[in-house]
């Protein structure tokens, strides 16, 4: 009569070894990507905040904002992007 369960042995002792070696080098790959992606973050140039928001302020102060009456005052519908386009009609066919 055959037996109902079969005793496990180590397996395949170079099976095995191939095994961990193929875990070590994906590990060690892994741990490369980072590494590469951690030094292109530190090359990235920086801007110190303070730099950023007075650069910030500066271009709010200088740039007209059309959708700010209430800073800028009125603004001429000519000059206004965000108006309503005067048209013939309601559609147009090319």
Known sequence: MPAAFEIRTGGDPIHIKNKKQSMADLKLRRLTELNLRLREDLDRPR????????????????????????????????????????????????
């Not at 801007?47 to 005052?73: C, F, H, N």
């Not at 001429?76 to 559609?91: F, I, L, M, N, V």
């Open 47 to 94: 801007v110190k905040v303070s730099e950023a928001s007075m650069g910030l302020i500066k271009y709010t102060q200088e740039t007209r904002d059309y959708m700010v009456p209430s800073i800028w005052g009125q603004v001429d519908k000519r000059e206004d992007p965000y108006a309503p386009q005067q048209s013939g009609g309601c559609c147009s066919v090319m």
